[in-house]
């Protein structure tokens, strides 16, 4: 192979997918929608963050290959995860599939799946957590960009107005829907921190235990999420866990009423 075509594949390696250009296209033109007051407002919102939320999806990916690649695993580019398609990674429907399920059937950021990481071609513990921590610390970002625009309150007094059942409000519907997506932006970086065998939280920790340790957990980890997820199902587990994120909500200024309104938005198929 010459070394232009060696360029070239490399190039490719990275060149970033159609399939995530589309997607910001439907988040940044639902989201001017909706701040003009464009189109149906509901299902706008709906499409704001059900795009939004495959965004964030992505760029978490990226970041636990993108740290990996820097660590020493090179095998991330030939396998796709750096283009931030959402169909080169190694589990579609664990990384996209379920979680778009869970938001709209219960309004939850669920931890995506995984990029397919060569652990064995990166040396050092740290290198190894930083990976896992990578994609989280996205997540927060992301939150972070969300609603410090609602909570500095550069969307007050807006033009267009949002309707509850049938009452008019003084807040944008794109403010709901930031706030929405905000929290579940908050969510997913939560779950995801818990150090729990399956998730980034754990994998974190794992480098700096014992050899011992980590083979007696390693048969639990496939079943690590499914157990967080049951868990939250429980009343006052759900109750205690959004309260949290409710309170982180509120160190960006913002009121966990944004949230409430941009999920009532969001399922615009009730009511």
Same mark, same amino acid.
């Given at each position: 192979m010459t070394f232009a075509a060696t360029q070239r594949s490399r190039s490719d390696d990275r060149r970033i997918s159609p399939v995530f250009w589309v997607l910001l296209a439907v988040l940044g033109t639902s989201g001017w929608a909706l701040?003009?007051?464009?189109?149906?407002?509901?299902?706008?919102?709906?499409?704001?963050?059900?795009?939004?939320?495959m965004v964030s999806l992505c760029l978490h990916e990226y970041a636990h290959a993108r740290t990996a690649l820097h660590g020493g695993d090179i095998s991330v580019g030939a396998k796709g995860y750096l283009t931030l398609n959402p169909l080169k990674y190694a589990n579609v429907l664990l990384s996209f599939v379920l979680p778009i399920v869970f938001v709209i059937l219960g309004g939850i950021?669920?931890?995506?799946?995984?990029?397919?990481?060569?652990?064995?071609?990166?040396?050092?513990?740290?290198?190894?957590?930083?990976?896992?921590?990578?994609?989280?610390?996205?997540?927060? /970002?992301?939150?972070? /960009?969300?609603?410090?625009?609602?909570?500095?309150?550069?969307?007050?007094?807006?033009?267009?107005?949002?309707?509850?059942?049938?009452?008019?409000?003084?807040?944008? &519907?794109?403010?709901?829907?930031?706030?929405?997506?905000?929290?579940?932006?908050?969510?997913?970086?939560?779950?995801?921190?818990?150090?729990?065998?399956?998730?980034?939280?754990?994998?974190?920790?794992?480098?700096?235990?014992?050899?011992? /340790?980590?083979?007696? /957990?390693? &048969?639990?980890?496939?079943?690590?999420?499914?157990?967080?997820?049951?868990?939250?199902?429980?009343?006052?587990?759900?109750?205690?866990?959004?309260?949290?994120v409710h309170g982180l909500m509120s160190l960006f200024g913002v009121d966990a009423d944004y949230a409430s309104l941009g999920h009532y938005l969001f399922t615009f198929w009730k009511n």
């Amino acid at each position: 192979m010459t070394f232009a075509a060696t360029q070239r594949s490399r190039s490719d390696d990275r060149r970033i997918s159609p399939v995530f250009w589309v997607l910001l296209a439907v988040l940044g033109t639902s989201g001017w929608a909706l701040y003009e007051g464009y189109g149906n407002a509901r299902f706008g919102v709906f499409l704001f963050v059900v795009a939004g939320w495959m965004v964030s999806l992505c760029l978490h990916e990226y970041a636990h290959a993108r740290t990996a690649l820097h660590g020493g695993d090179i095998s991330v580019g030939a396998k796709g995860y750096l283009t931030l398609n959402p169909l080169k990674y190694a589990n579609v429907l664990l990384s996209f599939v379920l979680p778009i399920v869970f938001v709209i059937l219960g309004g939850i950021g669920l931890p995506g799946g995984s990029v397919w990481i060569e652990r064995h071609r990166i040396q050092g513990r740290l290198k190894h957590s930083l990976i896992s921590a990578a994609g989280p610390l996205v997540n927060l /970002v992301f939150a972070a /960009v969300l609603l410090i625009p609602i909570g500095a309150g550069w969307l007050d007094d807006p033009q267009v107005h949002a309707v509850l059942q049938g009452y008019e409000l003084t807040v944008s &519907p794109f403010s709901g829907a930031l706030g929405f997506l905000g929290l579940l932006q908050l969510s997913a970086a939560l779950l995801n921190l818990l150090p729990v065998p399956g998730l980034d939280g754990y994998g974190i920790v794992e480098p700096w235990l014992s050899y011992n /340790v980590r083979r007696a /957990v390693e &048969p639990f980890a496939p079943y690590g999420m499914l157990a967080v997820f049951a868990l939250l199902w429980q009343p006052q587990v759900n109750s205690f866990f959004f309260g949290v994120v409710h309170g982180l909500m509120s160190l960006f200024g913002v009121d966990a009423d944004y949230a409430s309104l941009g999920h009532y938005l969001f399922t615009f198929w009730k009511n």
